[in-house]
């Protein structure tokens, strides 16, 4: 298999979630990313956003915003309760979910977890990509829609080990070579849904990638 390229992401966001954390709905483009931020220490100041050529960033969860654009005019509340961290994360979920055609995924984490950045785009058929970090040097990534054209889904290589859990969706779990775990749904289609999970034992990887909560439906 293919090792899914490094997620290089254009702003800065401190969160700290009890639960899990994302970012603030940016203005939305469709013909370019429509949403990005990345996370600092909870305790850096938030950054305003940069020019109009790159993403908009989200303030920090525990700062008060210094720009919070308001979500698309086309972007009607979903129901991202579930979703872990603040308001403005779930804002993000929400305005990505009203502007793509599938079924975006927000995640549910303890404790302890930080958002280290996080993505979405509206052209050619939309994507979000999103990261955390957790207690000792944990990962994961969530990517989600048409993210990869690869036929093996652009997941980590390793050994498939039978079905796994994403969200409600059923995939297929992988052991990773560097030690780590993925549940991928419908590799190698247009759409698709990829979890991995690094420092983390398959136990807590399972947990987390089945507690995936559906943002939208």
């Not at 086309?74 to 308001?87: E, K, L, M």
Request: proline residues 12%.
């Amino acid at each position: 298999m293919r090792a899914f390229p490094t997620l290089f992401l254009a702003a800065v966001l401190a969160v700290a979630c009890n639960g899990a954390a994302a970012p603030t709905p940016p203005v939305t483009d469709p013909g370019a990313t429509a949403g990005s931020a990345t996370a600092a220490p909870p305790t850096s100041e938030a950054q305003t956003s940069p020019p109009p050529s790159e993403p908009p960033s989200a303030p920090p969860v525990d700062s008060p915003p210094v720009v919070k654009p308001s979500p698309p005019a086309s972007a009607a509340p979903g129901p991202a309760a579930a979703c872990s961290g603040s308001t403005e994360n779930r804002d993000f979920f929400r305005a990505a979910a009203s502007v793509l055609n599938w079924t975006v995924y927000c995640a549910v984490l303890p404790a302890g977890w930080f958002v280290d950045s996080g993505q979405y785009r509206q052209a050619s058929g939309g994507w979000v990509q999103i990261s955390y970090r957790g207690p000792g040097g944990a990962r994961l990534e969530l990517h989600e829609g048409a993210f990869c054209s690869d036929s093996e889904g652009c997941v980590p290589p390793g050994t498939d080990t039978g079905d796994g859990q994403f969200g409600n969706k059923t995939g297929t779990a992988v052991a990773l070579d560097d030690g780590g775990w993925a549940v991928v749904v419908d590799r190698g289609e247009q759409i698709s849904w990829l979890a991995v999970g690094t420092d983390l034992d398959e136990a807590a990887f399972q947990k987390i990638a089945a507690a995936l909560s559906p943002v939208g439906d």
